[in-house]
């Protein structure tokens, strides 16, 4: 998405090395700990009831301490670490300053200057970004790169981005008009407004600077059919009634409880009668050990809101902004994620799915 930039091979042989580790701690690491969980179950007393007996059970166990160092250094790693996104990205800072401005200038992205972050948002740095996604002018380019060490590349068209796209698009009756709410650098916009030229696609976004490279990439995908405005998700200033889908990929576990339900109540007041409201997140089933490993995930990549997001009652939450009807359905980020034979770890994705009524 970025503009070709000068090659640095130590800096790509040490990204590639860090997910090279993520992806042996995806696809060895945590299938060896099952096989561990399960010999433990079996030895114990009584199984699991909860996360926290997981815990208890796997406490002293090596490869459990291993399993949680691993992915929380490899983390640090990617972002701070000698070759880490975070220096790479600083040092060409007055170069990617330049690139940014045809995004700013282009007429599509509309920011606001006096702009208050709300407070859950400056508290952490979110993935263990340093800054976060959006105190730094490079912090896109910073998290579009890191986007892609974190999963494997796969086929245009069939990364989880295009997958959803595609779920939203079969569900949708003829939508005109499409907000995609927290779109980030605009990687879940993208095949929206590519896709669906007919589409007419509004990205809202916190970050500036994420907002500033979703412009300059919808600048050099030549779309006219994208604009981008830096708001909250509870409070976007957009027209009420005026959308016929309002979507989110990942935004609701980065924010707590009574930002989520703000934010249903918005997406129920942009929506036309009889708009789809369409988030993908992560939701866990209550088997305690994938719950186990969801929680620490979400404490060792600091990312808070993932329990309470887990824990919280949806159901009533869209019930009371006004919605009708209201399902989870799991999502396959990839061909077989949801097929039992599956091993490797995964995120719970999961789309949740709610009609104004018509
Ligand atoms: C994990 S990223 C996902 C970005 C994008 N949707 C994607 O799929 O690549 C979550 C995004 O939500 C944004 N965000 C968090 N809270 C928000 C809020 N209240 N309103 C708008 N955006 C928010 C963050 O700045 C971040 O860019």
């Known amino acids: 998405m970025a503009k070709d930039l000068p090659v640095d091979r130590r800096f790509d ?20 700990l099952r096989a561990h969980y399960a010999e433990a179950v079996a030895a114990a ?40 996104l975070a220096p790479h990205f600083a040092a060409q800072r007055a170069e990617l300053e330049d690139e ?18 709300p407070a859950y948002y400056v508290a952490i740095d979110i993935h263990q970004h340093p800054g976060g996604v959006w105190s730094d002018e490079v912090a896109g380019y910073v998290y579009e790169r890191g986007a892609r060490t974190t999963t494997p590349l796969l ?16 569900r949708a009756t003829n939508p005109r ?25 509004t990205g809202v976004e916190l970050s500036a600077p994420c907002l500033k490279l979703a412009a300059r990439t919808a600048v050099q995908d030549q779309a006219r059919n994208v604009r981008f405005r830096q708001a909250d998700s509870a409070d976007t200033g957009l027209e009420a009634g005026a959308y016929d889908v309002v979507t989110s990929t990942m935004v609701l576990h980065e924010m707590p409880p009574s930002h989520i339900e703000r934010t249903i109540q918005e997406s129920f007041r942009l929506l036309v009668p009889g708009g789809l ?11 305690p050990f994938r719950r186990f490993i969801h929680y620490g995930h979400s404490a060792r990549n600091n990312e808070p809101f993932m329990p309470p997001l887990n824990e919280m009652d949806l159901e009533g939450a869209h019930r009371r902004a006004g919605f009708e009807t209201f399902e989870v359905v799991p999502f396959a980020e990839m061909p077989g994620t949801l097929d039992p034979a599956f091993t490797a770890w995964r995120f719970p994705w999961t789309m949740i799915i709610a009609r104004k009524p018509a």
């Open 45 to 84: 007393d009584a199984p699991p009831a909860s996360a926290a007996d997981v815990a208890a059970l796997l406490k002293d166990d090596p490869l459990n301490q291993y399993f949680g160092w691993f992915e929380r250094h490899l983390q640090r790693m990617k972002y701070s670490g000698r070759h880490g």
């Open 177 to 201: 008009r499409l907000v995609d709410l927290g779109c980030g650098f605009g990687k879940s916009s993208r095949p929206f407004y590519n896709k669906h030229r007919e589409l007419d696609v």
């Open 277 to 287: 409201s369409i988030h993908l997140d992560f939701l866990t089933d209550q088997d």
């Open 155 to 170: 086929e245009e068209d069939a990364d989880l981005h295009h997958r959803f796209t595609r779920e939203v698009m079969a």
């Open 13 to 32: 042989a040490y990204q590639d090395f860090v997910l090279g580790c993520k992806l042996a701690w995806t696809r060895s690491l945590y299938p060896a």
């Open 100 to 117: 940014l401005a045809a995004g700013a200038e282009s007429g599509i992205l509309t920011l606001d200057p006096a702009f208050e972050q």
